[in-house]
């Protein structure tokens, strides 16, 4: 069974960092893209950033380039998403998924529950 299970979010302060945690299982870890996506009730969902382990390639949404880095623990099965100078903006239910093709578009396969995490400013 594939599962996706996030972990890290909260509140912070704006300028704040937070921590997202991608934990997977049941697919192969480096043949799959794990993305980071985050929604605010009435908004579409956004794509922030993504990352293949087999290459190490990335992307990120323009939103959050130079504030937020993406990586991963092949050893764990596990990514990460490093957020630093928080925005109040950067509120949204943050959500990793699987998928078979490197995008910010949200065409993934696999989709975890979804963390919450609130800026305050």
């Known amino acids: 069974e594939v599962q996706l299970v996030e972990s890290g979010g909260g509140l912070a302060q704006a300028g704040g960092s937070l921590r997202l945690s991608c934990k997977t299982s049941?697919?192969?870890?480096?043949?799959?893209?794990i993305g980071w996506f985050r929604q605010d009730p009435g908004k579409e969902r956004e794509g922030v950033s993504c990352?293949?382990?087999?290459?190490?390639?990335?992307y990120y949404g323009d939103s959050v380039k130079g504030r937020f880095t993406i990586s991963s623990d092949n050893a764990k099965n596990t990514v990460y998403l490093q957020m630093n100078s928080l925005k109040p903006e950067d509120t949204a239910v943050y959500y990793c998924?699987?998928?078979?093709?490197?995008?910010?578009?949200?065409?993934?396969?696999?989709w975890g529950q979804g963390t919450q995490v609130t800026v305050s400013s």
């Open positions: 998924a699987a998928g078979l093709r490197l995008t910010t578009t949200p065409v993934y396969d696999y």
């Open positions: 990352i293949r382990s087999s290459d190490g390639n990335t």
């Open positions: 049941g697919f192969t870890f480096d043949d799959y893209a």
